[in-house]
């Protein structure tokens, strides 16, 4: 393999790692953490379209959107509360027409955590090794 052909490989693999990793890193916009009370009251006044439900042990994670304005200015926010979710919530959501949808807990394996995190670290060791052995296998020569 040709010298331009090595840097050129070593090139598109590096933009390809540092695309990898900026996806790995840049974060979305996180919904803003509002208190149960101001759920509740948004869901009385009307503001809030959907919920989403993820249980936990004596509570749950509710992320709902609230829309505000009308009309073509309408903006919908997505904000997220803790809190207990019972009948009299559900109740009310339901009394207000609101979209409920439960979301099962997630259950990440062990396997799927230990590829998540171990793998882009083989993944940089295995090319680390490559590039030496490459180099040792040319004496460091041109």
């Known amino acids: 393999m040709k010298q331009s052909h090595k840097t050129a490989l070593l090139w598109v693999l590096l933009i390809m790692m540092f695309g990898a990793i900026y996806t790995l890193v840049a974060n979305d916009e996180q919904p803003r953490t509002v208190p149960f ?76 955590s230990l590829l998540v995190t171990w793998l882009p670290m083989i993944f940089l060791l295995v090319v680390f090794f490559f590039f030496m052995r490459q180099l040792q296998a040319s004496g460091g020569r041109r």
């Open 37 to 112: 009370s101001d759920f509740v009251a948004d869901v009385r006044e009307g503001h809030v379209t959907r919920v989403e439900i993820k249980s936990r042990d004596n509570g749950g994670e509710i992320a709902y959107w609230q829309t505000t304005g009308t009309g073509p200015t309408a903006e919908t926010v997505k904000k997220l509360s803790y809190g207990v979710v019972n009948n009299d919530i559900s109740k009310e959501l339901l009394d207000h027409h609101v979209r409920v949808t439960y979301v099962p807990d997630d259950q990440n394996s062990l396997w799927t």
